[in-house]
């Protein structure tokens, strides 16, 4: 079964760090991953997606991700934090079913926190 | 492209009474989806559409609640009987016929008092 491990529930960075946001996955098949950025009390909005294209992938707001199938890891990285990047981030991998909805498995999330 | 919106965004109820959500998905998209976010918790997946053809329902999906998908349009997730466990935000997504990306609503908070 498909899953998805976050490591840090918290991260804290200063305004100009590097951010990175660790996701480790589970996949039975070649897996599709997904970032997305969840902004207090609202859905949930894409950052970018590995479809096993290119493996380095980037995505919207200075974000990359880098698929690592040796290390099952897909974590995400971005140069120089903002302080709009506050925010809650998840990580998702694809599951293929019977029912055929390749729904999407999260994980837990990581809050990120950008002080000045 | 207007994307995917839901209504009411926020609900608070009783428990034991019944609640109705509406999720309009992006226009052209053949696939609906409905998660569940509880407080600290990444989204987990309830049931999902293929036009009005729901194929797939979790295990979290109780007999108290059910969605439609009248004509492959907008789609409808009632819970009956609410209880406080059921408080959380419910997310609508729709993507494509192919899989790929799924775009997310803003979701309904539900509170169940």
């Known amino acids: 079964a498909q899953s998805v491990t976050q490591l840090g529930s918290h991260v804290s960075v200063s305004e100009g760090a590097l951010v990175l946001l660790r996701c480790n996955y589970s996949s039975s098949v070649p897996p599709y991953l997904f970032w997305y950025v969840q902004y207090p009390n609202q859905g949930l909005q894409l950052l970018l997606k590995?479809?096993?294209?290119?493996?380095l992938v980037k995505g919207i707001n200075g974000f990359e991700a880098e698929f690592k199938k040796s290390e099952t890891s897909f974590h995400l990285t971005k140069p120089s934090a903002h302080m709009s990047d506050a925010a809650e981030y998840f990580c998702a991998v694809s599951a293929p079913s019977q029912g055929g909805s390749e729904k999407l498995v999260f994980g837990k999330g990581t809050k990120l926190t950008v002080n000045p | 492209d207007t994307g995917v919106s839901q209504d009411p965004r926020h609900k608070i109820t009783k428990r034991g009474q019944n609640v109705t959500f509406r999720c309009d998905p992006i226009s052209e998209h053949n696939r609906l989806y409905w998660y569940r976010q509880t407080l600290g918790q990444g989204p987990e997946f309830l049931t999902y559409f293929q036009n009005e053809a729901q194929l797939e329902k979790s295990r979290l999906l109780s007999d108290r609640f059910s969605a439609e998908r009248p004509k492959g349009s907008f789609s409808t997730l009632e819970i009956q009987r609410t209880e406080q466990g059921d408080s959380a935000m419910y997310l609508c997504?729709?993507?494509?016929?192919?899989?790929?990306?799924?775009?997310f609503g803003p979701g309904t908070r539900l509170t169940v008092l």
């Open positions: 590995y479809t096993s294209a290119a493996t």
């Open positions: 997504a729709s993507s494509p016929i192919l899989p790929d990306t799924q775009y």
